[in-house]
T-cell receptor, first 115, second 112 residues
Framework: DAKTTQPNSMESNEEEPVHLPCNHS???????IHWYRQLPSQGPEYVIHGLTSNVNNRMASLAIAEDRKSSTLILHRATLRDAAVYYC????????????????FGKGTLLTVNP | GAGVSQSPSNKVTEKGKDVELRCDPISGHTALYWYRQSLGQGLEFLIYFQGNSAPDKSGLPSDRFSAERTGGSVSTLTIQRTQQEDSAVYLC??????????FGPGTRLTVL
């Protein structure tokens, strides 16, 4: 399984941008890069995903290196509600059909947002 | 709209008892996943259902674990003869495309 490496923790100030890095040097050509986050006592929440090109949505931006061996999740203006564990995951297309994107979660990055 | 719901939210049981955990996915989502999260650990994939296809059971840790999905909607995860190491939060997720997964709040299982 292709693995990801993330810093254990990061700190930011409210209303400042946050750049969360992820290394995935063994990524394969068909692996999608997913980001989820988990707030305390809640299930994970989808943030964004991408394959090769940079992606933007209402929550965040995903910048993917040209060689795809690393990516960065960008929160443009951190809020207190963004404090969570952020997981960078490579999808592993498993058995039982073409839409099985079972996710293997690592330890993630604990983001603290200071007021 | 309604998200993924799971019941019960908390379950305390005695070692050796059987438990059933329920997941109601988002209406219209054909893919359904079960994961578990042990204390201080990341999420671990358990099983995947997609329509009428054979489920991917590759993540089930032992034959004490089983799951079914009736009518392509509600799913039940059953753990027989529970052990203390089964204590965890069990999470269900559903998806329309497979890529964007929507998680429920989880069931916290405590085996005494």
């Amino acid at each position: 399984d292709a693995k990801t490496t993330q810093p254990n923790s990061m700190e930011s100030n409210e209303e400042e941008p946050v750049h969360l890095p992820c290394n995935h040097s063994t990524i394969s050509g068909t692996d999608y890069i997913h980001w989820y986050r988990q707030l305390p006592s809640q299930g994970p929440e989808y943030v964004i995903h991408g394959l090769t090109s940079n992606v933007n949505n209402r929550m965040a931006s995903l910048a993917i290196a040209e060689d795809r061996k690393s990516s960065t999740l960008i929160l443009h203006r951190a809020t207190l509600r963004d404090a969570a564990v952020y997981y960078c995951i490579l999808s592993l297309r498993g058995n039982s059909g073409g839409s099985n994107y079972k996710l293997t979660f690592g330890k993630g990055t604990l983001l603290t947002v200071n007021p | 709209g309604a998200g993924v719901s799971q019941s019960p939210s908390n379950k305390v049981t005695e070692k050796g008892k059987d438990v059933e955990l329920r997941c109601d996915p988002i209406s219209g989502h054909t893919a359904l996943y079960w994961y578990r999260q042990s204390l201080g650990q990341g999420l671990e994939f358990l099983i995947y259902f997609q329509g009428n296809s054979a489920p991917d059971k590759s993540g089930l840790p032992s034959d004490r674990f089983s799951a079914e999905r009736t009518g392509g909607s509600v799913s039940t995860l059953t753990i027989q003869r529970t052990q203390q190491e089964d204590s965890a939060v069990y999470l269900c997720a559903s998806s329309q495309s497979g890529i964007m997964q929507y998680f429920g709040p989880g069931t916290r299982l405590t085996v005494l």
